[in-house]
């Protein structure tokens, strides 16, 4: 199992830019994918943006041009990078591992949940 921590959630303007991080530990392994999901109250959890260990990304087209997903291997981190917020980007964001398992994708681990406000 896959430990995350993410931090830098909180309450910004329309317009604004939020930069959230996430830390992983355990049972993490260098080819595992790392992505942010998000959940807005009485919806379910959409992908937001996930990095390949070898750095392909994928973005929903919500976000494409305003958010930009990075990892450090190094450090076993992924980052989020938010600019021109909307009050629709509001929500819960998780961080997750993804690990390729033969033909499947099994997700190995979830945060906590950081908090993302936008007002408008």
């Known amino acids: 199992q896959v430990q995350l921590v993410e931090s830098g959630g909180g309450l ?10 996430c830390a992983a530990s355990g049972s993490i392994f260098s080819s595992d994918a790392m ?7 009485g919806k379910q959890r959409e992908l ?14 919500s976000v494409k041009g305003r958010f930009t997903i990075s990892r ?4 076993n981190m992924v980052s989020l990078q938010m600019n ?10 998780y961080c997750n591992t ?10 190995t681990g979830w945060g906590q949940g950081t908090q993302v ?4």
């Open 117 to 120: 406000t936008v007002s408008s």
């Open 98 to 107: 993804e690990r390729r398992i033969g033909s499947a994708v099994a997700v």
């Open 12 to 21: 910004v303007q329309a317009g604004g830019s939020l930069r959230l991080s």
């Open 35 to 41: 992505g942010w999901y998000r959940q807005a109250p």
């Open 48 to 61: 937001v943006a996930r990095i390949a260990a070898g750095g392909s990304k994928d973005y929903s087209d």
């Open 84 to 93: 021109t917020l909307k009050p629709e980007d509001t929500a819960v964001y």
């Open 72 to 75: 450090d291997n190094a450090k």
